[in-house]
């Protein structure tokens, strides 16, 4: 019997590359292309583009989100989505090590969510996947120590690096190697340095490893009734302009946020450089029907008896003007959770503002930060920034929606518009939310 080598990479083929889904007989067909998305079929062909359409069909939402449960000092759990783009931070903040004294964070999944109301009218969501595909680059004991733990054993690397031992190697992995051990960067080239002008490990390399080896998995990770969804966050990479937290003013108001992200692209992401992209829902390249109709399914969502979750936007990447990281993230994005915990829980802790609600001065608590938070700039609306953000948001609705875009969302743009525009130079809003120490 013959038996073929091993050939240890996937056959990938950029000039032949098709990818095709039947949603009518729920098929897909993959050839050439060696994004995961597009090889590893259950999960964003089948659990998000083929998912989304069977989700229209019978009144769910199938989502590019985490999930996790976050339980404060008295013990209250609440269960909050969150939708980022790849490599926006997803598996950072399901797996996060919350900075603030007897808080608790457990996982239910860091990238897919199946959501749908229950007959109490709570949106409840489970986590199809039964692992992790995590991005490598930039995860290591400082940043999700969950992470690294969940993968020590029984997974599988892809366009990492290799030691000479025999382990795993990427940038930002922060471990000192012993010395003799050699690295071998994923293009095989022998004795890697970090002089070679090339990285070790391809920027979106990744690591799949089993869910129920994460230290910190939620005991209803598994629940077929799915756990209830208090809030729903969306976010991006924007170093500009967009404020570490914000509140929208109702469900509308939510899913025009949702409609209207926009984040710098990634190496997840097919474009390459420091670009501002559009990404609703951090669905952009996931969406398995019109964009439009997309909108009006989730505004579709508001119905009599039932309890919507609050949506938020949260920016944990602005940039000061030394071009340095404003907010710190990592374990210390607990502070914004708690903020949006005690929101869901009427506290009067935050302001109207052009954009949506922002914290009180003193309503983020900073105890304890070892950093010195620049909150005026954190919070800073800038005139000129929002009134492009609304022109940039009006051409790709134009362009990509047009006539399906829903009348609500379209309102939703103008009345933004207006507010922007009835911004002062130095904005009222920034003087009221900015968060103090």
Known sequence: MY???????????????????????????SF????????????????????????????????????????????????VAAAFPSACGKTNLAMMEPTLPGYKIECVGDDIAWMRFDKEGRLRA????????????GTSAATNPNALETCKTNSIFTNVAETSEGGVYWEGMDEELPEGVSITSWLGEENWKSDSGKPAAHPNSRFCTPARQC???DPQWESSEGVPIEAILFGGRRPKGVPLVYEAFNWQHGVFIGGSMRSE???????????????????????????????????????????????????????????????????????????ICRRVNGEDCANTSTIGYIPKPGALNLDGLKENIDSDSLFDLPKEFWQQEVLDIRKYFN???NEDLPEVIAQQLNDLEVRV????????????CAAVN
């Open 32 to 79: 050439g292309s060696g994004y995961g998305g597009n090889s590893l079929l259950g999960k964003k062909c089948f659990a998000l583009r083929l998912g989304s359409i069977l989700a229209r069909k019978e009144g769910w939402l199938a989502e590019h989100m985490l999930i996790l449960g976050i339980t404060n000092p008295q013990g209250e759990k609440k269960y």
């Open 399 to 401: 362009e990509q929606v």
């Open 126 to 137: 489970i986590n199809p996947e039964a692992g992790f595909f995590g991005v490598a680059p």
């Open 215 to 217: 230290p910190i998995i």
């Open 265 to 339: 692209a990634t190496a997840a992401a097919e474009h390459v450089g420091k670009v501002i992209m559009h990404d609703p829902f951090a669905m952009r390249p996931f969406f398995g029907y019109n964009f439009g109709h997309y909108l009006s399914h989730w505004l579709s969502m508001d119905k009599p008896g039932r309890q919507l979750p609050k949506i938020f936007h949260v920016n944990w990447f602005r940039k000061g003007t030394d071009r340095s990281f404003l907010w710190p993230g990592f374990g210390e994005n607990c502070r914004v959770l708690d903020w």
């Open 421 to 432: 525009n009835e911004l002062n130079g130095e904005s009222d809003d920034m003087k009221t």
């Open 3 to 29: 038996i073929a080598p091993l050939v240890a990479n996937w056959p990938c083929n950029p000039e032949k590359t098709i990818v095709a889904h039947l949603p009518a007989n729920n098929e897909i067909a």
